[in-house]
């Protein structure tokens, strides 16, 4: 992953990065302009954010924000899917 930069919640009182488990990625969707990938567990919550460092340096700041939400948008759709599927089987 060399060149990511993975973004999570910190805990006020531990700035220590919590360990992201990969079960908990249910779904994901790529961020536009290449900027890297989001991903959600089942309900559809946000849990890691994998940025691609050398697209950031040339993204327009202000397109950075509307680029994530409709990531995650994608993603939360993407498991909304995921669940219907697996309670029709």
């Known amino acids: 992953m060399n060149g990511l930069l993975r973004l999570h919640d910190l805990d006020a009182e531990d700035d220590r990065r919590p360990v992201s488990r990969r079960d908990d990625h249910f779904a994901g969707a790529d961020i536009d302009a ?48 995921e669940r219907i599927e697996r309670r029709r089987l």
């Open 34 to 81: 290449g900027l890297g990938r989001v991903h959600v567990d089942e309900a559809g919550d946000l849990v890691a954010v994998d940025l691609d460092e050398r697209a950031l340096r040339t993204m327009n700041p202000a397109a950075l924000g509307g680029h994530l939400l409709a990531a995650i948008e994608r993603a939360e759709q993407a498991a909304r899917a």
